[in-house]
Structures are given as C-alpha cells and as structure tokens.
C-alpha cells in the first residue's frame, strides 16, 4: 500500500445494535485492499433512510466494529493489482451496501471497483456522495416502467432522496411528469427541477390533480413514498400501465385490475453506472443535499434522516 496512506483512520462505527446512541466515532485501520479493489479517501458520504434500519437491527452476519454507510465519493488513493477500470487520484463514487469492509462513514473505505464509478462531468464530488443509491434506485425503476417520450407518469415521493433523481432522469427520458412531493418545501424543489406539474401529498385533493393532469389515466407510477392516502391516486393508473415501488417501501402499493404492480431493486454494475452517468451527462442536472454533518455529529443526523426534509443528508468527511 501506498507509504502515504496511514494505517488508521477515523471513522463512525457501532459496537452493537441500537439506537443512536450507539453511534461513536472511533480510530480504526484502513481497510486492507483486496485485489479486485479500489481505496477511496472519503470526501462526502450519503446518510441512507434505511441507515438507522441497519443501525438498530443489520442484515445478519456482520461483524464489530461496523462501519455503515452505503454510498459515497472521494478520490482513490490506491488500487488493486487486479483493477483495471481506475487509477490513483481518480474522482469516483461507489456503493458499499453490505460490505463486509464497511461503508464510507470514514476517512477511507475499500470497494470492488464494480461497485465504483467516475464521477460526471455536471455534478460536484459532493453531490456525487449521495448519489449512487438513489441513481441507481431510480433508473432501475424508470426501466422497469419502460418510461419513455410522452408518458404520463407520477412519481410519488418526488422531493425524496430517490425521488427528485427520478424527477429529472424521467425528464430526461421524455415523460409528462407530475410529482407528488411533501411540504412546500418539496413542491418548490420538485417544480424547480423540471415536473410538468407538481402538488404536496399531504394535501387534500390527490385524485382531483391526478384526473387533470391525465384525463384518460396515468401511463405509469413510480412510488417511493407510500400511504393509505395516497392509494386512490395510485388507482388512476389506467389499465395496461405499470406501478414500480423498490422492496422495503410500506405499504406496498395497489393498482387496478389490469395493472403490473413490481417491486424492485437498484442493483450496482459498470453498465448501470454508465447508463446512469450518461442520462445526467445530457445537460445541467441537481443533487439536493439539504444539510451535511460532521462524523461527530452521526447520532443526531440518524435522528434528522426519519424526519421531514428534502434531497439527501450527507456527512462531509474531507473540509
């Protein structure tokens, strides 16, 4: 390994299953580099939804201490002797969902370089860090739904992490959009990015806006965000349309008689990678990171990520 590379580094991790509380940051080694990996010196690391999920109960199989933290970005320091998609001081993102080396809530996180990206040209290494699970979250289910030119398409949830992505690859792709987003605050985001028509999904008459914007029925729905409210919307989804929702939303969503409902995963690979950086690369693109955190700062962001907000929360690793 490189000399300049120190053998440890700070991280968050836990010691065991819990709260918040459990959260601490820690001195560490630096992960050891397997052949087929690459080294990122961390710069900015996504704050997941499901991250408490894994705080308080895992996947079964981990071991301690655990670092969390499934997307992020930074610069690679060192690779594997068998990589060959990279090289030091490369600007990437990656995905480290359940890596048994940790995530990138650290100064330094090991990858596979198939769980790693360039960065596109349009958006910053900050944006970046939040980037991967979304993206690629949201174009699994745009390809699901076979979005393409003039469909009417509704993407509840679309002031969310996952779902202000999807807004603007779905724009990208040529769909008629309206977005269901929460609070004022998300309807601003989602009308700024792009939506044909936008509306807060807390509000009373859903189904009313859904019948306007698609007198004849939706062509498709993208659910990232689901309640009991919100299922009459969902029924405006006309027969031989599609509904897609990522496994773990709750509750699942329900269609009429005629229409495929599928759950879905956003799975990593070089050719998702690059069908995803494509799409952005196509013009001007925006990653909401609405607040950043210091490691030090872990349990309190676990508690702000299950409250109300908008885009994505991150912790900046590198000032």
Known sequence: MNPTIPKTMKAVVIDKFGGP?????ATIPVP????????????TAGIGVWDPWLRAQGMGGESFPLVLGSDGSGTIVACGSKVKRFKADDHVYGFAFGSPKGGFYAEYAAISEEAASPIPVNISIQEAGVLMASGLTALAGLEKLNVGEECALMILGASGGVGHVALQLAKRLGAR???????????ELATRLGADRAVNGHAAGIEETVRDFAPEGLDAALVFASSENLMGALKKVKKGGGIAYPNGVEPKPKGSPGVNVQAFDGTPSANAFKRLNDLIAKGSFHVEISRTYKLEEAAQAH?????????????????
């Open 21 to 25: 509380e459990v959260l601490k940051v």
């Open 32 to 43: 050891k580099l397997g052949e087929h990996e690459v080294l990122i010196r961390v710069d």
């Open 177 to 187: 959009l309206l977005a269901v987003a929460s609070g004022k605050d998300g309807v």
């Open 303 to 319: 508690r702000d990520v299950l409250k109300h907000h908008i885009g994505k929360l991150a912790f900046r690793i590198q000032d």
